[in-house]
C-alpha cells in the first residue's frame, strides 16, 4: 500500500487550502463580472500536486478542471464567449497537468536511481562502450579503487585492469553475450595495490556498460589461505608412513589416508562409507569398554586388534586414538601400525 511522507502530506493540505481560495476568488470574480484573471489562479495547485504527488496529477487537473467548468456555469453569466473561453482553459488545464506529471515522474525516478547508486554497498561504474571512458563512478566504487568519483570520471576503464587477459575475457562477454554474471577480477588501485573483485556488467538501454562490484580481497585470501592449508594437510595426512583414519566417538570415519587404502584395500570413498567397527574382526577389541573412560579422560588410546581387508584377509595392528577436532567437530584420530610381522616372531 503507497504511503504519503509528512511532507508531500503537508504540501497537499496547503495546496487542499490554496485551492480552496481559488474557488472563493473564481466565484468572487464572476459575480462581480472579472473574467480574465483568475483561470490563471489555477496553474498554481496544478503546478503543486505535480511536484509532490505527479502520479495524482492528472486526476486532480481533470477534477479540478471540472469543478472550474461548475463554478463558471453556476456563477457567471450565460456567454458563448465565456463557456468557449472556460473550455479551452479546461484542456490547458488537462494538458498542464498530464505534461507536468510525466516530467515530475521521470525527475522522481532519476532521484531514486541516483539515490540508489550513491548509497549503493557495491561500487558501480558506468562506461562508454566506444571510449571504455568511466563516465560515472558512485562513492563507493571510489572508495574501492582509492580515488575520489571526480578522478575516476573520465579515466579510461583499462588503466584499471591488473591482468589484460582477464580484461579480454572480460570485454568479449559484454559484446557476446550482453552480460557478465560475478567474474573475479584483479584491479590496481590507485595506489597501485592490487585487489580482488566480484564483477556484475550488463549494458543499458542507452548502450552504457552499467558494472557493479564488491572487494573479496579479504575473502579471498581466507579462502586461499585455508586451501593451502588443506593442502599441506592432505600432504602431510597422506605422507605419513602409518595408516591414519578420522573418526567420530561412535566409529563413524570421516577421513582415511593413503597408507589405510593401501592396508586394507578400500578406496577414499568406501572408507567413508563404512564405521571402524565394520573393519574390526571383533567388534569388542575396539574401543575396549574398561578403557572407554581412561580414553575420555586422557584423550590418548593404545590398544591392538585385527583389521579386515576388502579381500576377505586380515591383519593384526597397533591402533592409536587420540581426541582431535575435524572441522570444528570433536573426532578421533587414530593410527594404524601393522604389526602381523612383529606378533609372528
Request: proline share 2%; net charge neutral.
Amino acid at each position: 500500500m503507497n504511503t504519503v511522507s509528512p511532507r508531500n502530506t503537508l504540501w497537499l493540505s496547503f495546496t487542499g487550502l490554496l485551492t480552496l481560495g481559488i474557488i472563493l476568488i473564481s466565484i468572487y470574480s464572476l459575480k462581480n463580472g472579472f473574467f480574465d484573471i483568475f483561470p490563471y489562479f489555477y496553474i498554481l495547485p496544478i503546478l503543486l500536486v505535480a511536484w509532490c504527488c505527479p502520479r495524482y496529477a492528472v486526476y486532480f487537473t481533470v477534477g479540478l478542471g471540472w469543478v472550474f467548468l461548475g463554478i463558471v456555469y453556476l456563477y457567471g453569466p450565460a456567454s458563448i464567449q465565456l463557456y468557449a473561453a472556460s473550455m479551452a482553459f479546461f484542456y490547458v488545464f488537462v494538458s498542464l497537468g498530464v505534461v507536468l506529471a510525466a516530467f515530475s515522474t521521470q525527475v522522481v525516478q532519476e532521484r531514486k536511481y541516483r539515490e540508489i547508486f550513491e548509497t549503493s554497498q557495491a561500487g558501480i561504474l558506468t562506461i562508454s562502450r566506444e571510449t571504455r571512458k568511466i563516465l560515472a563512478a558512485n562513492r563507493k566504487a571510489a572508495s574501492i579503487l582509492g580515488y575520489t568519483p571526480e578522478d575516476l570520471t573520465g579515466l579510461e576503464f583499462g588503466d584499471l585492469w591488473f591482468d589484460s587477459k582477464q580484461e579480454v575475457a572480460a570485454i568479449k562477454k559484454i559484446r557476446e553475450e550482453g552480460t557478465i554474471t560475478e567474474m573475479e577480477v584483479a584491479l590496481r588501485k590507485k595506489d597501485r595495490t592490487v585487489i580482488w573483485v566480484l564483477v556484475s556488467a550488463a549494458v543499458s538501454n542507452e548502450g552504457l556498460t552499467v558494472l557493479s562490484f564488491m572487494d573479496i580481497t579479504e575473502g579471498k585470501r581466507m579462502k586461499d589461505e585455508l586451501i593451502e592449508s588443506e593442502l599441506r594437510y592432505r600432504t602431510l595426512f597422506d605422507g605419513a608412513s602409518d595408516a591414519i583414519i578420522l573418526h567420530d566417538i561412535d566409529g563413524k570415519i570421516y577421513e582415511a589416508n593413503v597408507i589405510a587404502s593401501r592396508y586394507l584395500g578400500y578406496t577414499r570413498k568406501e572408507f567413508m562409507n563404512k564405521s571402524l567397527y565394520d573393519l574390526v574382526v571383533d567388534p569388542g577389541t575396539m574401543f575396549p569398554s574398561d578403557e572407554v573412560k581412561q580414553f575420555t579422560a586422557r584423550g590418548h588410546l593404545l590398544f591392538e586388534s585385527e583389521l579386515k581387508k576388502k579381500d576377505g584377509g586380515s591383519m593384526r595392528v597397533e591402533i592409536s586414538s587420540r581426541v582431535t577436532e575435524y572441522f570444528g567437530m570433536n573426532a578421533v584420530m587414530s593410527t594404524i601400525r601393522d604389526v602381523s610381522e612383529r606378533k609372528k616372531i
